[in-house]
């Protein structure tokens, strides 16, 4: 365990932990009520909140959100473009060295290789080759070129996960929980940051498609349970006891009758009553936690705690899971699915520096922002933490059974999308090999999963301006002359490889995203 500084969690803070169950929150209401049947979901179709939606083959389908926060570039890592393609103009566009740029056998793809003695002005070394990385996944690749229509962060991360309000303005994570999420304790957990954090703008939606949101991944789970993980506490059947005298008394009070059909008291009620003794059921204090018992700084025996029966192979692929914020949030991830609490579930990094790595610095201030003060090693070393949290979660899921009948692993049913702000200018110092840049609407977006058309790029790159063109989504068709917004496809493309029922949503025919049997 990475504990830094050997610090100990104190009991005050394990309750604080504890304490966070109590909280008021959007997502853990009317869904909770069917939680002990959470992994047999139903099949045909369902109606719920007066939306009738398809089951497709009754089994859930899994969505993993990757906010790539401060402008993921495109041609900094699979469609970048060597100096030779581009002519006189190489010099002044960022374009790499030949040698960095290195070929995928039988692929569309390029991966980067990036040496640096320093990252900016910080005194890091940056060593990055992505070619591991692609060629292992490159079946289950999909490449998408993007142009946006905002350059703020906010509103272009939001607008990345909405396809600029697309659909009623439902994001990419409600419309999953609404399509798969029924049964499920928590369908949608959002660990991610700013507009990636964001819920929509549909209010229709049933509540439990909302985003739950999660700050601090290793400790959340702790408050699953009232009870669980306190000392010289009563009985469960005592407490219980108690819970319903509590709630009746509630009831027949002044404030109870006054305020019985306001929506918020019902929403409150609903998660007090019906949602925590559900989650309380499943044991998630005990499924979904990482830490290890660890005295005297981590004594969770002496509390009545225990770790997950997964927490050892999740701490040997995120080992700092609990110092460095994107590693915890993935652990967590693959235990939500693991364990259906959700269908979907988002992270990503922050703008904060995270110290940690074999460098000193996990994670540089900005992310990938950073770019602004050094773009070729900002781009080169964000490319690589993103890249490296994708292959272990990637590497979890497959491991992991879904269907032993069918013989489906996780991964089978799952799709990452590394979402982004934007992109960023393409200009640069003659031949500078240090240089900042600014923000770009012109991009592409990364999606892995076998439900993709893998080993595929949608659009392509024009050489001699380094920046990307369009395509057709209904059939893949390049299209060099299109370089108009087309955040709908990106959105509508997601949900066709999800087999996400778009009925009546006006979205575009996205079928060149998903793959065919």
């Known amino acids: 365990m990475s504990l830094r500084n050997n610090g100990r969690l104190s009991r005050r803070e394990i309750l604080k932990a504890l304490s966070m169950c109590a909280a008021g929150s959007t997502a ?27 089951r497709l083959d009754g089994k859930p389908r899994f969505l993993i959100v990757v906010g790539a926060a401060g402008g993921a570039s495109i041609i900094d890592s699979l469609l970048a473009v060597r100096a030779s393609e581009a002519g006189a103009n190489a010099s002044r ?9 290195q070929s995928v056998p039988g692929s569309p793809f390029r991966a ?27 079946d289950a690749m999909l490449v998408a070129t993007t142009v946006g229509t905002s350059v703020n962060h906010t509103l272009a991360q939001k607008r990345s996960l909405t396809g600029n309000a697309a659909w009623r ?4 994570q409600e419309c999953v929980a609404l399509q798969y999420g029924a049964g499920f304790p928590i369908p949608n957990v959002n660990m ?15 509540t439990h498609c909302f985003g739950e949101a999660v700050t601090h991944p290793s400790l959340w789970p702790l408050g699953l349970d009232g009870i669980k993980g306190l000392k010289d506490v009563p009985p469960r059947d005592a407490v219980e006891m108690a819970r319903r005298t509590r709630n009746l008394l509630d009831e027949r009070s002044v404030f109870g009758q006054t305020f019985e059909n306001a929506a918020a008291l019902q929403r409150w009620n609903e998660q007090r009553i019906v949602g925590q003794p559900a989650l309380e059921v499943q044991d998630l204090i005990t499924r979904l936690n990482v830490l290890p018992n660890m005295p005297p700084q981590l004594p969770l025996t002496e509390y009545g705690l225990s770790s997950s029966p997964d927490a050892a192979r999740v701490r040997s692929a995120f080992p700092e899971y609990f110092t460095d914020p994107v590693q915890g949030q993935a652990a967590l991830a693959f235990l939500l699915l693991k364990y259906r609490v959700s269908v979907t579930v988002t992270l990503g990094p922050s703008f904060n520096v995270v110290v940690g790595g074999k460098n000193g610095i996990a994670s540089p201030p900005l992310a990938f922002d950073f770019s602004h003060n050094d ?25 992991e059974p879904f269907d032993t009948a069918t013989g489906e692993s996780l991964w089978d049913r799952t799709l990452i999308y590394v979402a982004t702000d934007f992109g960023r200018t393409r200009p640069r110092p003659a031949d500078a090999t240090a240089f900042g840049t600014g923000h770009d609407l012109n991009n592409g ?23 990307t063109y ?8 390049p299209q060099t002359g299109k370089v108009s917004s087309n955040e709908p496809d990106i959105f509508s493309g997601v949900l066709t490889a999800l087999g996400v029922d778009t009925s009546g949503s006006g979205l575009p025919d996205a079928s060149a995203f998903a793959r065919t049997v």
Request: glycine content about 14%.
């Open 28 to 54: 853990l209401g009317p869904l909770l009520t069917g939680c002990r049947g959470a992994i047999e979901t139903p099949e045909g179709l369902e109606q719920q909140g007066g939306v009738r939606r398809a």
């Open 93 to 101: 566009l960022n374009t790499f060295a030949d040698a960095q740029v």
């Open 112 to 138: 980067v290789k990036v040496q640096s003695p320093k990252l900016g002005t910080l005194p890091v070394p940056v060593d990055v080759d992505q070619l591991p990385f692609v060629k292992r996944h490159k």
């Open 169 to 172: 303005g439902r994001t990419l």
């Open 192 to 206: 991610g940051v700013g507009g990636y954090a964001e819920r929509g703008t549909d209010d229709s939606l049933p």
């Open 375 to 399: 773009h070729r090693s900002g781009q080169a070393f964000m490319w690589a933490r993103v890249m490296t949290v994708v292959d272990k979660l990637i590497g979890l899921l497959k491991a």
């Open 445 to 467: 977006v990364v999606m892995l999963s076998p439900m993709l058309k893998g080993n595929t790029v949608l659009g392509g790159v024009d050489p001699l301006t380094t920046l």
């Open 470 to 477: 369009g395509f057709d989504p209904r059939t893949g068709t």
